[in-house]
């Protein structure tokens, strides 16, 4: 393992680009943040609010999840996200062009429904992109999770998945069949057959949203982002754990120790796919690793 970068202000959403660079949000710092081959950091987009998942669109632009903002413990050099933040300003999808670091907001409601708190998406080969809605902590409330399907040209936006707790990364299989999602509190991953653009085989009570559990962890393990290998294996960020979560499909887990209390993202990158950029998030770092083996090449991954 190589720290790569350091001094960043709670990263996240890394994208690992064709030159070599990493593209990743800094949410305390509210950036879109460049970290070139040589280490060095570059502000790409100021974006106001809680810049958190982030990717490639099919027109080369960053689609991201803005989750309004967070309140910050900071300790030291450490930050920790605590509740909603005193100026949330409302969740939103939002794409930033690289080349002149103009933001334009897609999606803030679906429907009469107000985004509380987009958190991760992916992008599927049918135009559109699928997000998770983690909603927001206040101090005796606490918003219901979905899950959301969109066009990435704007014309719409449809809610597909209720009833989660927390939702934070999401996923496709390789094949694009089965659709992945990581509640962070519980733990839980869960598993949605893709029956079209937008729309998911919900399975019958009592699973509390219609998915399937592939695997919900023991003590106390949370999760955070994931990323999917071209073996269909499922590498979530595991919360408190200092490690990545690889799973198997059939719910059988191996960890990769990252030496960070708030490992929040990985991501695949390199000619071979075989790098893992992991963002630590408590103390500010993005590392680098070698994977056994390649991840999988995403939908308008540049």
Not at 34 to 41: A, K, L
Not at 163 to 190: C, H, K, M, Q
Request: hydrophobic share 35%; aromatic share 8%; charged share 25%.
């Amino acid at each position: 393992m190589k720290i790569i970068a350091d001094g960043l202000q709670f990263p996240e959403g890394p994208i690992a680009m064709e030159d070599g660079s990493i593209l990743l949000v800094e949410i305390a710092r509210e950036t879109l943040t460049r970290i070139t081959v040589d280490g060095r950091s570059e502000i790409v987009a100021s974006v106001p609010g809680g810049p958190n998942g982030a990717a490639i669109g099919p027109d080369g632009r960053v689609f991201i999840c803005n989750n309004g903002g967070f309140n910050w413990v900071r300790e030291g050099g450490t930050f920790r996200p605590h509740g909603q933040a005193k100026n949330y300003s409302g969740g939103r999808i939002e794409i930033v062009d690289l080349v002149t670091g103009k933001i334009d907001r897609l999606y803030d409601h679906c429907g009469a429904n107000q985004l509380k708190g987009p958190n991760d998406l992916v992008f599927d080969h049918h135009g559109g992109f699928w997000f998770t809605d983690h909603g927001k902590r206040r101090d005796r409330e606490l918003d219901r999770g979905y899950v959301y399907w969109a066009r990435a040209d704007g014309s719409e936006i449809r809610e597909v998945i209720s009833g989660l707790f927390g939702p934070n990364g999401i996923g496709l299989s390789p094949d694009g069949s089965v659709l992945y999602v990581a509640e962070t509190d519980s733990g839980r991953l869960w598993a949605w057959d893709v029956t079209g653009p937008g729309e998911v085989q919900h399975v019958a009570w009592p699973s509390p949203n219609g998915g399937r559990l592939v695997i919900g962890l023991d003590g106390y393990k949370r999760f955070d982002s994931l990323a999917v290998s071209a073996s269909g294996r499922i590498c979530v960020a595991a919360l408190d754990t200092c490690s990545i979560a690889e799973i198997t499909p059939d719910g059988q887990v191996s960890y990769h120790a990252v030496p960070d209390l708030l490992v929040t993202n990985i991501c695949f990158g390199g000619q071979d796919r075989r790098k893992a950029y992991v963002t630590m998030s408590y103390e500010g770092r993005l590392c680098v690793m070698d994977w056994h083996e390649p991840g999988l090449e995403l939908e308008h991954q540049a």
